[in-house]
Nanobody, 127 residues
Framework: QVQLVESGGGLVQAGGSLRLSCAAS????????MGWFRQAPGKEREFVAA????????YYADSVKGRFTISRDNAKNTVYLQMNNLRPEDTAVYYC????????????????????WGKGALVTVAS
């Protein structure tokens, strides 16, 4: 079992930066592929980024590539999402998620096939 708690959300001006953190509890965090997803008002949840258990492989949605960076610190049981050059369209609730099912970044994982989810952190980007 893995419990996930996001932090670091807030209000930022367009062009600004935020870093989200996701603290995980449970002994199996280092075995999990981790991901970030987001859901904007009135829209479906969408994939943002993912990272394998070792951190050696990452994958990003086209909409955030070059602006967002996912990383993890297994010693601290934490995964991060550094968000730069934020845009109003990045406004959403951001969810941290963990997968024990997929050890690599599988299309089914990108489609939302994660095993554990956090409750989310709101990011608002003002124009």
């Amino acid at each position: 079992q893995v419990q996930l708690v996001e932090s670091g959300g807030g209000l930022v001006q367009a062009g600004g930066s935020l870093r989200l953190s996701c603290a995980a509890s449970g002994r199996t965090f280092s075995d999990c592929t981790m991901g970030w997803f987001r859901q904007a008002p009135g829209k479906e949840r969408e994939f943002v980024a993912a990272i394998t258990w070792s951190g050696s492989s990452t994958y990003y949605a086209d909409s955030v590539k070059g602006r967002f960076t996912i990383s993890r610190d297994n010693a601290k049981n934490t995964v991060y999402l550094q968000m730069n050059n934020l845009r109003p369209e990045d406004t959403a609730v951001y969810y941290c998620a963990a997968s024990r099912t997929y050890s690599s970044i599988d299309p089914r994982l990108v489609a939302g096939g994660m095993d554990y989810w956090g409750k989310g952190a709101l990011v608002t980007v003002a124009s």
